[in-house]
């Protein structure tokens, strides 16, 4: 029979329960976080005062959040306030621990490396938050499913990365470029290796969503994830580009809102020159470190070493590559986005004080 050949489906297949879940798998959820001494938190955000959330907010809101130094507890309770402070939560019924476990089980997929962590990936969740929640006029535009699929993007988009580059991975012949072709290969083990673990009943915190509801909100995922590979940056920016042209304006398909979504978390992932100096320093210093030790990995497997990514144990060259990768990448992004997000003037500011703090070094 054909069936039998098919590969396992996801339980539950999101028959829209209209209830945040199975007690049983709100059970293994709770096991989950108990096991992992995490057992707390789901009581912090089920019952998180709203002068709490408001100090997360604040912290959300701050470019200055020092997130290298957040505990995994804290990262749960400010994403949980991203999602309380727009009414997800309750709108597509999303229970805290389920939410907290996928959450624990997401930052176990962090690898030991300097810079493409846990604590990066939520700082582009905060930061894609943030770009959205300064700009009403912008949310307006966007419905609850495509703003739950913003953070959920940002929360998974660099899932288990090794902290290596696609064309390493290439180079290397390794599984993962032999299985996506090379074709954005981190970005599709990111998207594949997200959802199986939301596919776990214990992590699913999606469980309240149709059936076409997930497939949607799926499809905004990946389609952001895949377009943070800097391979797709430029196509991305053209797409920007338009929307604006639309005869009635960007909001008006779903493509053009998938382009505006993929914008901004693209945008967050890229967007360390918009941060004040001091967390921009500890992250440009953080990607240099991951870096060098890609050319000791090259080195080592007898593999050309990537240009740009040689001579950073020298304050110097990290200057020159972050005022570069500022110049070519992240002004031209940050300037093409605050056409539609204004309040983002500020950090196109600092963004231009930064590099010239780095000109001095």
């Not at 390794?174 to 997200?194: G, K, M, W």
């Not at 214990?202 to 895949?226: H, N, P, Q, Y």
């Not at 005869?247 to 398909?253: D, E, F």
């Not at 210093?285 to 870096?291: G, K, M, S, Y």
Request: aromatic letters at 8%; one cysteine or more.
């Amino acid at each position: 029979m054909i069936a039998s050949g098919l590969p396992k489906a996801r339980r539950g297949g999101h028959e829209g329960k209209g209830e945040t879940g199975s007690a049983a798998g709100v059970d293994d959820s709770r096991a989950l976080l108990d096991k992992r001494g995490l057992a707390p938190v789901e009581a912090r955000l089920a019952g998180m005062t709203d002068a709490s959330h408001c100090e997360n907010v604040r912290d959300l809101m701050d470019w200055g959040l020092d997130f290298w130094g957040l505990s995994d507890a804290r990262m749960m309770e400010l994403s949980w306030s991203m999602l309380r402070e727009w009414g997800l939560h309750e709108a597509f019924k999303i229970h805290p621990a389920r939410f907290a476990a996928l959450l624990a089980v997401l930052f176990e997929h962090s690898h030991p490396v300097p810079y493409h962590n846990k604590r990066h990936w939520f700082s582009v969740a905060a930061t894609t938050w943030a770009i959205l929640h300064g700009a009403p006029e912008v949310r307006r535009h966007l419905s609850r499913l495509e703003l739950l699929a913003s953070i959920v993007a940002a929360l998974g988009h660099d899932t288990d990365h090794p902290g290596v580059t696609n064309g390493f991975l290439s180079l290397l012949k390794h599984d993962l470029a032999l299985r996506y072709n090379d074709i954005s290969i981190l970005e599709n083990h990111h998207c594949a290796t997200f959802f199986g673990l939301l596919a776990r009943e214990d992590c699913d915190f999606l469980s309240g969503l149709s059936r076409k509801e997930f497939a949607t909100l799926r499809g905004l995922v990946v389609a952001c994830i895949l377009n943070t590979d800097m391979a797709r940056h430029f196509n991305l920016l053209e797409d920007f580009k338009q929307t604006e042209k639309m005869p009635k304006g960007w909001s008006s398909s779903e493509g053009g809102r998938r382009t505006l979504l993929s914008m901004v978390v693209h945008c967050a992932d890229i967007g360390n020159p918009l941060r004040s100096w001091n967390v921009y320093k500890k992250c440009a210093d953080r990607i240099a470190d991951e870096f060098c030790e890609q050319v000791r990995l090259e080195d080592y497997f007898n593999l050309p070493r990537t240009a740009h990514m040689e001579g950073l144990e020298k304050a110097g060259a990290r200057a020159k590559m972050e005022v570069g990768f500022t110049r070519v990448f992240a002004s031209p992004t940050l300037l093409l986005l605050k056409r539609r997000f204004p309040q983002l003037e500020e950090r196109v500011a600092v963004m231009r004080e930064n590099c010239q703090q780095w000109e001095k070094l």
